[in-house]
């Protein structure tokens, strides 16, 4: 059985359908690329799965129970948590006070410290920096901490939007080295992305979004060498 299933899901903004039917399946341990152009319903998609909205019809299953009517704070609190686009830290609080709020559906205090210093091992940055303001960091650091925040409720999926946006080439290829150390950790990863090859250099399947529609999907290997998938998104 997948561990996260999305069948015939369709949203609806007022009259504007959104999504049309999207169905795929994410499998324990896997990474997962959702690519697509602008406005073909990705982040749509994973508001959808994380419970910041609802669908119209369709349904979402995480770990065999359904999640589609369930609110977003309950949907963490099973194991699964959302990186959003634009990253949206507490500029206001400390990197440290954002990364406790990433743990605020656990109760032990040991193991919130325990995966306090995994964060700290996984992006030394974020420990260096634990006392400065959250809107002072660089979108870089901006980008690790709403990670390092994610991974603090200790999730068996993360779901992330856009994580390279507006970062230079240097924290990009940074930005993915975690994503893939993420992955050897154990966490299921599932990737919306508008650098297209850099998502499927990194995925095991990947399924392309047309217009809200599942167009295409398959090894990600396979989808860098498809024809159409490079005219249309690698600039081949």
């Known amino acids: 059985m997948a561990m996260l299933e999305v069948k015939d899901l369709h949203v609806h903004y007022g009259m504007i359908e959104a999504l049309k039917g999207v169905s795929f399946e994410v499998n324990k341990g896997e990474v997962i690329a959702l690519i697509g152009a602008n406005g073909a319903g990705k982040t749509t998609t994973l508001h959808t799965i994380t419970g910041l909205i609802s669908p119209t019809s369709g349904t979402v299953t995480f770990e065999g129970k359904e999640i589609s009517?369930?609110?977003?704070?309950k949907i963490v609190s099973l194991g699964m948590a959302h990186v959003p686009e634009g990253r949206r830290v507490f500029a206001q609080l400390s990197v440290y006070d954002n990364l406790l709020m990433g743990a605020y559906t656990r109760k032990d205090k040991e193991e919130i410290e325990n995966t306090l210093q995994v964060v700290y091992d996984r992006f030394p940055r974020?420990?260096?920096?634990?006392?400065?303001?959250?809107g002072t960091l660089s979108g870089g650091e901006q980008q690790m901490l709403a990670m390092g925040r994610a991974l603090?409720?200790?999730?068996?999926?993360i779901v992330m939007d856009e994580p390279s946006m507006g970062l230079s080439p240097i924290f990009v290829n940074e930005i993915f080295d975690i994503i893939k150390e993420v992955s050897k950790s154990g966490t299921t990863v599932l990737l919306v992305e508008q650098n297209a090859k850099k998502a499927l250099s990194i995925a095991d399947r990947?399924?392309?979004l047309e217009t809200g529609t599942i167009s295409l999907s398959g090894p990600a290997k396979e989808l860098m060498n498809d024809e159409a998938v490079k005219k249309a998104y690698l600039g081949e």
Not at 152 to 157: F, K, L, Y
């Open 126 to 134: 974020l420990l260096e920096r634990k006392n400065q303001l959250a």
């Open 152 to 157: 603090m409720s200790h999730p068996s999926i």
């Open 69 to 73: 009517k369930m609110p977003a704070h």
């Open 206 to 208: 990947a399924y392309v």
